[in-house]
């Protein structure tokens, strides 16, 4: 009879072993019912052999009283896998009036704050039990709603979901979709930044999204790299700078985040910082523009034939203007203005072309006192015949 017990041990160990295998399968079906039935059929011949066993004082007791302790405990062990775990829902609380009117706000009209007003209510109803959500359908309808919402939904709801549902309807207003898709076909940088200007495509292309989804989240996975593919060409396309305009839609971004980043990031290393176009000259000297022609002295021209932009109209030995005919005409026609006047005092000051200061002065000189002498010369005849 020992052999027995033996056999319907290793009966046992094989109904726990294939127990395991079925892991949390086993509670499909009736696995466990028949499994655990069988376990307790082969128990009930072990305790039946046992207390035969016991009876019969030639036997020792001692090796059939361990085996039936482990007989007995591979049962407890079919048990136990066999009882279905119980589920317990956690994170359910009761209604706070504090958390919720902290989470919750209140109407103003503006559809932001209504947009979060339900999405709030949705996230605290995940955490109620039952009467929480009851109470927290009383707590919306009478102090989160302003006088025009209460006329458009019901004054009272059984369950929180047709409340969440009736809120999204008759409270969020209906967009088209085509006037949103006609302002993102539309839309330009202008005057405004970067960062705004992807702003508001980002929006434009949120809205568009969930527009054309109508809340169904198969329609949204779709959608959204449709929708997000032409957001990130109209933000390429509508930008200030062809360049970089260009290097956006090189780039073939999938994003329109890190097509946002990548237009921010380009214009800030593109960006050189504009010079002083208008700088004074080195040696803050007029002299080296034009020629001086009579009547000018030294230092009159400073400041306003001084940049760099008046040297190249005036100046024959600029960069700026070889190569473009301007050398040979300014030449000519500057000469042949003056030729003419070749023999009187102002051709003197013209083909003067000393650097120093005094050379105008010595020359002022020189005439001053040929004027004086031909002056005298025209008064002496003049003072003989009046005598």
Request: net charge positive; aromatic share 8%.
């Amino acid at each position: 009879m020992c052999d027995v017990l033996e056999q319907n041990y290793v009966l046992l160990v094989e109904i726990r072993s294939y127990l395991v295998k079925k892991g949390q399968s086993r509670y499909k079906g009736n696995v466990i019912v028949a499994k655990l039935q069988q376990a307790k059929i082969i128990f009930d011949k072990c305790c039946e052999i046992f207390l035969l066993l016991e009876k019969n004082k030639d036997i020792n007791l001692t090796a059939t009283i361990e085996l039936y302790e482990r007989i007995k405990q591979k049962y407890e062990e079919i048990n136990k896998l066999c009882i279905a775990p119980v589920t317990v829902e956690l994170g359910k609380m009761d209604f706070d009036l504090k958390v919720a009117c902290s989470l919750i706000p209140v109407m103003d009209g503006i559809e932001a704050t209504t947009k979060r007003l339900i999405d709030s209510v949705e996230m605290y109803a995940g955490m109620l039990d039952e009467p929480g959500k009851a109470l927290l359908i009383t707590f919306v309808l009478k102090s989160r709603l302003n006088e025009n919402a209460k006329l458009r939904i019901s004054s009272s709801y059984k369950n929180i979901q047709n409340l969440i549902d009736d809120l999204r309807k008759y409270l969020l207003p209906k967009k088209s979709y085509m006037a949103i898709q006609t302002q993102l076909h539309n839309i330009q940088q202008g005057s405004k930044s970067i960062e705004d200007y992807g702003s508001e495509v980002e929006k434009l292309f949120t809205e568009l999204t969930i527009t054309q989804a109508e809340g169904k989240s198969d329609a949204f996975a779709i959608l959204k790299p449709i929708n997000e593919s032409f957001a990130i060409k109209r933000f390429s396309d509508g930008l200030r700078s062809s360049k970089l305009s260009t290097i956006i839609s090189a780039r073939g971004f999938s994003s329109l985040k890190d097509a946002i980043q990548a237009a921010k990031d380009e214009n800030c290393t593109s960006f050189q910082p504009t010079g002083n176009i208008l700088h004074a000259s080195e040696h803050g000297q007029g002299s080296h523009n034009i020629r001086r022609s009579q009547g000018f002295q030294r230092g009159t021209l400073r400041g306003q034939y001084i940049n760099n932009y008046s040297r190249g109209h005036y100046n024959r030995n600029n960069n700026f203007n070889r190569g473009q005919g301007f050398r040979g005409n300014f030449r000519g026609n500057y000469r042949s203005s003056f030729n003419s006047q070749r023999g009187s005092r102002g051709s003197r000051y013209f083909r003067n072309r000393g650097r120093g200061r005094n050379v105008l002065s010595v020359e002022q000189v020189n005439d001053n006192k040929s004027h004086s002498d031909k002056k005298e010369n025209l008064e002496t005849p003049n003072q003989f015949f009046r005598s």
